[in-house]
């Protein structure tokens, strides 16, 4: 399995992903790798409507924050599984996950039988 392929694809897939958290995050500088969602101003809006749409704004980025943090976790823990010399092995059952599979999630853990 050629594991330098795919390791190119998570690195640029990871750092696509710190350019759309810093967007909306910022790092945790306490905690290596650790991400965290910047709060939205608080506003003191007048109207309720308008109040509204402030929490449903700050409840949708922090929706799309998680998302996209736990695809992160998950390209990182990739990242560490091909230093280890374990990538590309289905955590189910341990057999080779297929390259096509890999192919189109890079990050993938299992095989196509466990998905």
Not at 25 to 49: K, S, Y
Not at 102 to 111: E, G, H, R, S, V
Request: aromatic content about 4%.
């Amino acid at each position: 399995m050629d594991t330098a392929r795919f390791k190119q694809k998570l690195e640029e897939e990871k750092k696509k992903l710190e350019s759309e958290m810093g967007d909306i995050g910022r790092r945790n500088l306490g905690v290596p790798d650790d991400w965290e969602a910047v709060p939205t101003e608080i506003g003191i809006e007048a109207d309720l409507a308008d109040q509204a749409d402030v929490v449903v704004s700050r409840d949708t980025t922090s929706a799309i924050f998680a998302d996209l943090e736990a695809r992160y976790d998950t390209v990182l823990e990739a990242l560490r599984s091909i230093e280890r010399g374990t990538y590309g092995k289905c955590e189910v059952c341990e057999a080779v996950i297929e390259e096509d599979r890999l192919a189109a999630d890079p990050a993938a853990t299992t095989c196509i039988a466990h998905k």
